[in-house]
Nanobody, 121 residues
Framework: QVQLVESGGGLVQPGGSLRLSCAAS????????MSWYRQAPGKQRELVAV???????SYADSAKGRFTIARDNAKNTVYLQMNSLQPEDTAVYYC???????????????WGQGTQVTVSS
């Protein structure tokens, strides 16, 4: 069984920073990608940033220049450093990973439970 556990959310003032962490655990054979999504009230879940096995990354336009995604392959952990946070960044942030539990098993998508980020003065 695979689990993704996020941490690091909270309340921060506009212009502040937060660092989110997501650790994947369980019977993991290989990880293809690890990503951060977010969902604000009344809105659809959207991709914030993704990192692939070879270190390639991609960001939503809203995250470019402010957020940095990083991955520790040894720990199966992904981080999201968020700087210059604004009220519009308020959302539940979810970790996602595309991985497989054995070489003969298919790639599957797994989600964490989410962590709340609130940007407010």
């Amino acid at each position: 069984q695979v689990q993704l556990v996020e941490s690091g959310g909270g309340l921060v003032q506009p212009g502040g920073s937060l660092r989110l962490s997501c650790a994947a655990s369980g019977s993991i054979f290989s990880i293809s990608s690890m990503s951060w999504y977010r969902q604000a009230p009344g809105k659809q879940r959207e991709l914030v940033a993704v990192t692939f096995g070879r270190g390639n990354t991609s960001y939503a336009d809203s995250a470019k220049g402010r957020f940095t995604i990083a991955r520790d392959n040894a720990k199966n952990t992904v981080y999201l450093q968020m700087n210059s946070l604004q009220p519009e960044d308020t959302a539940v942030y979810y970790c996602n990973s595309i991985l497989r539990i054995a070489s003969i098993r298919p790639w599957r998508s797994y989600w964490g439970q989410g962590t709340q980020v609130t940007v407010s003065s």
